[in-house]
C-alpha cells in the first residue's frame, strides 16, 4: 500500500472532534460561524487529507478565530492580508490544503486587493467567505456587503455607499470555482464546502452568516419557514432553475438577456433557464439576480471550471529554466548583471 493510501485510510478514521481544537470556541451566542465551524470540521474527514497537511489563515475580525478552533496548522495574519499569506503558503508548500476564513469587512475592504489578484492567479488555495453585512468585531459599523442606507454607528444617517456584491467580484477577478451557501442549512453548506476542496484552484464561497448581535435578521427570507422556498433557488448544474413553495416557479431570461420569473403552467420546457456551471455568462446573470429583491437569490455553485493553477506553472516555469540553463547559485545571481569592483586607488 502506498503512503497516500495509507494516510487517507488513516484520515477516513477521523471525525469531526477530530478536527476541533482545545480552545474554547467564543463567539457570541447564537453566531452563524458556529455553524460553519461545524460543517468544516464535518466536511474535512471525508476528503483524505491528512490534518498535517491542512493550513487554515486568517486576517482579523470575528471570522479570523478560526484557526484557533481547528485542530489543523493554522496562521492568525494582519487585517486584510490572509489572501497574500494563503498564497505564499501554497506557492512554497503546493503540497499543502490551504484554507482562507475571512469576513466582509476583512476580505473586501482592506483586503481586496489582495483578494483580486489571489482569484486571477487561480492558487489552488480556497476560501470561505464569511458575510453578515456588518462589522462585528468593532461593534457595528457599516461594512463593504452592507445595503445602501444602512443605519449603524458609523451611517447614523444610513450609507451612501453602493455594496459590493462578493459573487460579481469574484467573477469579475476570473474566479474559477464560486458559489454561496448559508449557515442556516448546513447540508447545502457541507454540500458546497466539499465541491470546493475538490476543485484545483482557487475556490471561493461566499456565505450568509447571521450576526445576532449587531445584525440580527438580514438574511430572515432566507432562513424563514414560511418565506424562503419563495426568496431561495438553489443552483444544480444540469437542472432547471425551479422554485416557490410548491415548486411552480421557474426563471427564463428575456430577449433582452434578463432574468424573469414565470410560471410552469405559463412557459414551456424549452423556455426555463438550465444551470450551467461551465457558462460564465449565465453566472453573472444569476449574480445579478441578488441586486432586485423580485427575484429569488441562488443559492450553490455559480461557476466551476478548470484552468492551470498559479503554483503549478510556477514550478513548470522554474523546472524548465533549470533544464535550459542549469542550476544556478547564489553567488552566480549577486555577480549577474551590472557590477563593479571597486579598487584602493
Not at 474535512?44 to 491528512?50: K, M, R
Not at 458609523?154 to 458559489?179: C, K, M, R
Request: proline letters at 5%; one cysteine or more; aromatic letters at 8%.
Amino acid at each position: 500500500m502506498t503512503e497516500n493510501k495509507i494516510a487517507k485510510e488513516e484520515t477516513k478514521k477521523l471525525s469531526a472532534k477530530d478536527f476541533a481544537s482545545d480552545q474554547d470556541v467564543r463567539w457570541c451566542p447564537g453566531c452563524g460561524d458556529y455553524s460553519i465551524l461545524a460543517q468544516v470540521q464535518r466536511v474535512l474527514p471525508t476528503l483524505g487529507i491528512p490534518r498535517e497537511n491542512v493550513v487554515f489563515v486568517a486576517g482579523i475580525g470575528c471570522s479570523s478565530r478560526f484557526p484557533y478552533y481547528m485542530n489543523t496548522y493554522g496562521f492568525h495574519g494582519i487585517h486584510g492580508r490572509a489572501t497574500a499569506i494563503a498564497s505564499g503558503i501554497k506557492v512554497a508548500r503546493p503540497e499543502l490544503s490551504v484554507w482562507v476564513a475571512t469576513g466582509d469587512g476583512d476580505c473586501l475592504s482592506i483586503g481586496g486587493n489582495h483578494f483580486v489578484h489571489l482569484l486571477r492567479r487561480n492558487i489552488d488555495v480556497n476560501i470561505i467567505l464569511f458575510n453578515n453585512r456588518i462589522y462585528g468585531l468593532t461593534k457595528g459599523q457599516y461594512s463593504p456587503t452592507s445595503e445602501k442606507g444602512k443605519i449603524t454607528r458609523s451611517s447614523p444617517y444610513g450609507s451612501i455607499d453602493n455594496p459590493v456584491d462578493p459573487i460579481q467580484l469574484a467573477l469579475g477577478s476570473s474566479g474559477t470555482f464560486i458559489a454561496r451557501g448559508i449557515d442556516r442549512d448546513p447540508r447545502h453548506l457541507q454540500y458546497v464546502i466539499e465541491r470546493a476542496s475538490e476543485h484545483k484552484g482557487t475556490s471561493f464561497i461566499e456565505v450568509y452568516q447571521n450576526c445576532n448581535v449587531f445584525n440580527d435578521g438580514a438574511y430572515a427570507q432566507y432562513t424563514d419557514k414560511d418565506v424562503k422556498a419563495d426568496h431561495v433557488i438553489n443552483l444544480e448544474h444540469g437542472k432547471p432553475l425551479i422554485f416557490g413553495k410548491n415548486q411552480d416557479k421557474a426563471i427564463r431570461l428575456s430577449k433582452y438577456f434578463r432574468p424573469e420569473i414565470v410560471s410552469l403552467d405559463e412557459a414551456g420546457e424549452e423556455e426555463i433557464v438550465i444551470h450551467d456551471e461551465k457558462n460564465k455568462h449565465l453566472a453573472l446573470v444569476l449574480a445579478e439576480m441578488t441586486d432586485d429583491p423580485a427575484l429569488p437569490t441562488p443559492f450553490g455553485v455559480f461557476y466551476a471550471v478548470d484552468k492551470p493553477t498559479y503554483e503549478v506553472e510556477y514550478v513548470k516555469q522554474i523546472e524548465h529554466t533549470i533544464e535550459n540553463e542549469g542550476r544556478g547559485t547564489l553567488q552566480d545571481l549577486l555577480e549577474s548583471g551590472n557590477t563593479w569592483e571597486i579598487s584602493d586607488n
